[in-house]
């Protein structure tokens, strides 16, 4: 007996090296469709206490600094524009097959209360290449086209 199925891969990564982890702002806010973590939003309305609606960001601009060693790459904030990083820590079940436990599966769903960081200049975001819209170049200057990095 055999199963066919086919998992959508997503962009991953990390906040690297961020200052909202330590001194700054980790906003909670309520995205309007299917958002990948490690992609760009910014914050709208208000909703409720430590609540606010998505918006598209602008003004983003970074410098792609290197590939890391599991494939991601190293952006470097220049600037941060409104944009803020989306990072909700995926929780995956222990007992699932390898092939389900890969970052890469998950998404937050639209509706979802996301875990999105204030960036400032200087900042390192470890983005999969899946969060660019276009194989990334050392060196290159980045912006944003839509969520992804362009």
Same mark, same amino acid.
């Given at each position: 007996?055999?199963?066919?199925?086919?998992?959508?891969?997503?962009?991953? +990564?990390?906040?690297?090296? *961020?200052?909202?982890?330590? $001194?700054?702002?980790? &906003? =909670? !806010?309520? @995205?309007?469709?299917?958002? %990948?973590?490690?992609?760009?939003?910014?914050?709208?309305?208000?909703?409720?206490?430590?609540?606010?609606?998505?918006?598209?960001?602008? +003004?983003?601009?970074?410098? *792609?600094?290197?590939?890391? $060693?599991?494939?991601? &790459? =190293? !952006?470097? @904030?220049?600037?941060?524009? %409104?944009a803020l990083f989306v990072y909700?820590?995926?929780?995956?079940?222990?007992?699932?097959?390898?092939?389900?436990?890969?970052?890469?599966?998950?998404?937050?769903?639209?509706?979802?209360?996301?875990?999105?960081?204030?960036?400032?200049?200087?900042?390192?975001?470890?983005?999969?290449?899946?969060?660019?819209?276009?194989?990334?170049?050392?060196?290159?200057?980045?912006?944003?086209?839509?969520?992804?990095?362009?």
């Amino acid at each position: 007996m055999a199963i066919r199925y086919a998992i959508e891969s997503h962009t991953w +990564g990390a906040p690297a090296k *961020v200052k909202s982890a330590i $001194a700054g702002h980790i &906003y =909670n !806010v309520q @995205v309007s469709e299917d958002t %990948d973590n490690c992609s760009f939003i910014a914050k709208d309305a208000w909703l409720s206490f430590d609540l606010y609606s998505d918006k598209a960001a602008t +003004g983003f601009s970074g410098i *792609v600094r290197e590939q890391a $060693a599991n494939g991601n &790459y =190293n !952006v470097e @904030v220049v600037n941060p524009g %409104d944009a803020l990083f989306v990072y909700t820590v995926p929780v995956i079940e222990e007992e699932w097959t390898n092939n389900f436990k890969k970052e890469s599966n998950f998404f937050n769903a639209e509706g979802d209360v996301v875990r999105a960081y204030e960036l400032a200049p200087g900042d390192i975001l470890e983005i999969s290449e899946a969060g660019f819209t276009a194989t990334p170049t050392i060196g290159a200057t980045v912006t944003l086209s839509g969520k992804k990095l362009a």
